[in-house]
């Protein structure tokens, strides 16, 4: 089995900053392309930032220069740094991780049981 658990979320004022991480845990032969995505109240979800195994990044437009993805192959993390937060940025923020369990050939993709970032004064 494979988990992934996020952690970092909270309140935060506008202009602040949070650093969210999503560990993967299980039997993992190999993790490809790890993301973040964020869904607000009655939207749909939406990709925030990915970054692949190869260290090649994209953003959403609307995060481009205030958030930072990394990842630490190592330890099968993968982190999302937010500065300078906006109102608009409220949301339950979920990782996504592409991996090869051990012992398949088959890749899959899992997802993090979400953490809800809130920016407001």
């Known amino acids: 089995q494979v988990q992934l658990v996020e952690s970092g979320g909270g309140l935060v004022q506008p202009g602040g900053s949070l650093r969210l991480t999503c560990a993967a845990s299980?039997?993992?032969?190999?993790?490809?392309?790890m993301g973040w995505y964020r869904q607000a109240p009655g939207e749909q979800r939406d990709l925030v930032a990915r970054i692949t195994s190869g260290g090649s990044t994209y953003y959403a437009d609307s995060v481009k220069g205030r958030f930072t993805i990394s990842r630490d192959n190592a330890k099968n993390t993968v982190y999302l740094q937010m500065n300078s937060l906006k109102p608009e940025d409220t949301a339950v923020y979920y990782c996504k991780m592409g991996l090869i369990r051990k012992w398949t050939a088959t890749p899959d993709d899992y997802w993090g049981q979400g953490t809800q970032v809130t920016v407001s004064s």
């Open positions: 299980g039997s993992i032969f190999s993790i490809s392309t």
